[in-house]
């Protein structure tokens, strides 16, 4: 599985009036991270080798990113009461098993943790992903990844999924080639057989499926309006001799076959139609960062001081969709 590392730029937009306190890192709506509860999480996180490693290049850097974290589990609090949406830690850890296949648990941490990412970050970013997925349906903005609604997908999208089964066999004479094709067009299911007795760089052994773009250019026009268990030769003169190509039909893959593409697809739509809604609640809720952690330079929380910044912006966790590794202890 390839595992990438958070992106903790916080994109911010404007200043507020100052509401802040020296033992307050950041507001979120009602609710206050205070400097204790991130001196903590720090601390907890420092607690890795590798990640107490990486956080020594920017101490100050590894602390707004943690903060980050912290604001972004408070929006997702909120955000789970106000779309009465939640994510059970069972259903977390599931979905955690199921995107880390048969990678070793213990090498995906090993590499999050030289990025700086602890194993309660992928829980919690996990755990956000699903709750925008959800919420993007609860708000009628993406459909469901059921076997309903799955089935309806695949029926929309199966005529574009066709390929084209074909094959083809160069001989050494014409009279050679319209055996061999009638041959094929009375048994397709000696195709194999006959192609096994004129071996070369420009016979197929066996038939492919191809997309039409992918079919050789000089044999595209006349695949195209083959009918399926028919077709046609052609004099090539670079293959030295006479190709016969057959044309078994258009293929189409089985549900069962793109199920997991279909998931992907409605789970991405699902996740970017929840960011935007999670962007809109956000800018509702109100983030305020205390100064003494960033200012706002080019869109992003930097290390500086000045005002207080409103985090109007920010979404850490979809920049880790691929780092799922398994189950967390505990």
């Keep these: ?3 990438s590392g958070f992106l903790l730029a916080v994109a911010v937009s ?3 009036a100052c509401r802040t306190s020296p033992t307050v890192a950041a507001y979120v709506g009602d609710e206050q991270v205070t400097v204790s509860e991130l001196d903590t999480a720090v601390g907890d996180r420092l607690a890795d080798e590798d990640i107490a490693t990486y956080a020594k290049q920017d101490e100050a850097a590894f602390t707004r ?3 980050t974290l912290l604001v972004q589990e408070e929006v997702y609090a909120a955000a789970a009461d106000r779309f009465d949406v939640h994510v059970s830690d069972d259903a977390v850890r599931a979905r955690i098993a199921e995107l880390l296949g048969t990678d070793n648990p213990d090498d995906v941490y090993s590499q999050l943790a030289k990025q700086g990412i602890s194993r309660e970050d992928v829980f919690e970013n996990v755990r956000q992903q699903m709750m925008r997925q959800q919420i993007a349906a609860a708000e009628g903005k993406a459909g469901g990844v059921d076997d309903a609604a799955l089935q309806a997908r695949y029926a929309e999208v199966r005529e574009g999924l ?8 160069t001989v050494p004479d014409q009279a050679t080639a319209d055996t061999v094709l009638a041959q094929l067009v009375a048994d397709p299911s000696t195709y194999g057989a006959v192609a096994a007795q004129y071996p070369g760089p420009y016979t197929l052994p066996a038939l492919d499926s191809r997309t039409p773009d992918q079919v050789p250019g000089v044999l595209a026009d006349g695949i195209a309006k083959a009918a399926p268990n028919t077709g046609f030769t052609t004099a090539v003169q670079e293959a030295g001799g006479v190709v016969v190509t057959f044309v078994a039909g258009t293929v189409y893959p089985t549900f069962d076959e793109v199920r997991a593409d279909l998931v992907k697809e409605a789970t991405d739509k699902a996740d970017t139609a929840g960011t935007t809604i999670l962007d809109d609640f956000r800018k509702d809720l109100g983030v305020k960062v205390n100064p003494r952690y960033g200012v706002l330079e080019n869109g ?3 290390e500086g001081t000045g005002g207080v910044v409103d985090i109007l912006k920010s979404d850490a966790a979809a920049a880790a969709s691929s780092a799922a590794p398994a189950t967390p202890a505990g």
């Design 1 to 3: 599985m390839l595992v």
């Design 14 to 16: 404007g200043l507020s």
């Design 65 to 67: 990113r943690v903060l």
């Design 162 to 169: 066709g390929k084209v089964s074909f094959g083809y066999i």
């Design 300 to 302: 992003k929380l930097v």
